[in-house]
């Protein structure tokens, strides 16, 4: 059973491009979280959904960062434009929203991203 | 503000050692917490804990909560050099969320 799907695995891009990470959950799970790790600050939530609905985006750092979840099995991260600081690992993780007590998440590969 | 503290943050010990590793925390409506391990790619699951004093165990691996004292333990008897790996403490918070609060982690490293 293939896990959580994430492309690209590594991207490099210079500033000021717009970058698209995508996400294809487990299947028959319904609630897809993104996440970014830095060394500085560690695992960050940066938003999440729960049958393909935006529910909190308070994690999202600014108005160049948005995503969207057109089906049950497709999300992208979209970061227009870059900054070098936005150099992470981007992962996706999703969920079968049992209840809140004993929901698991399920982590992609996760994407390298590199601001030039 | 949520708040995750886990300790130490890097551990460098001998095959065979046996680790505890910390977390404690601060969340408004503590639902469960759990623990990931991460190696050089994505954090895999551990355990999830919910009720207190309660051990789980898997293996060589084991972890207990105090909700009373706000914390919980993760401990690694006869470590190999498998266990190698960054581990990170989760608690979940608030009411109905689904969302999950991460601690910086604690890098260990096991020698031969």
């Known amino acids: 059973d293939a896990g959580v799907i994430q492309s690209p695995r590594h991207e490099v891009t210079e500033m000021g491009q717009e970058v698209t990470l995508r996400c294809k959950p487990i299947?028959?799970?319904?609630?897809l979280f993104w996440y970014r790790q830095t060394m500085m600050r560690g695992l960050e939530l940066l938003i999440y959904?729960?049958?393909?609905?935006?529910?909190?985006d308070s994690g999202m750092p600014e108005d160049r960062f948005s995503a969207k979840m057109p089906n049950a099995s497709f999300s992208t991260l979209k970061i227009q434009p870059s900054e070098p600081r936005d150099s992470a690992v981007y992962f996706c993780?999703?969920?079968?929203?049992?209840?809140?007590?004993?929901?698991?998440?399920?982590f992609g590969p996760g994407t390298r991203l590199t601001v030039l | 503000e949520d708040k995750v503290v886990q300790s130490p943050l890097s551990l460098v010990v001998h095959e065979g050692d046996t680790v505890t590793l910390n977390c404690s925390y601060e969340?408004?409506?503590?639902?469960?917490l759990l623990w990931y391990k991460q190696e050089k790619k994505a954090p895999t699951f551990l355990f999830m804990l919910?009720?207190?004093?309660i051990e789980k165990k898997s293996g060589r691996l084991s972890s207990i909560l105090d909700k009373k004292e706000l914390f919980s333990i993760l401990n690694i008897t006869a470590t190999q050099t498998g266990d190698s790996a960054i581990y990170l403490c989760?608690?979940?918070?608030?009411?109905?969320?689904?969302?999950?609060?991460f601690g910086k982690g604690t890098k260990l490293s096991v020698i031969p």
């Open positions: 993780a999703s969920s079968l929203r049992t209840s809140p007590s004993t929901d698991t998440q399920y």
């Open positions: 299947s028959g799970h319904n609630s």
């Open positions: 959904f729960n049958n393909n609905v935006p529910i909190d």
């Open positions: 969340v408004t409506n503590f639902r469960s």
């Open positions: 919910t009720s207190s004093g």
């Open positions: 989760a608690p979940r918070s608030g009411a109905g969320s689904y969302q999950l609060t």
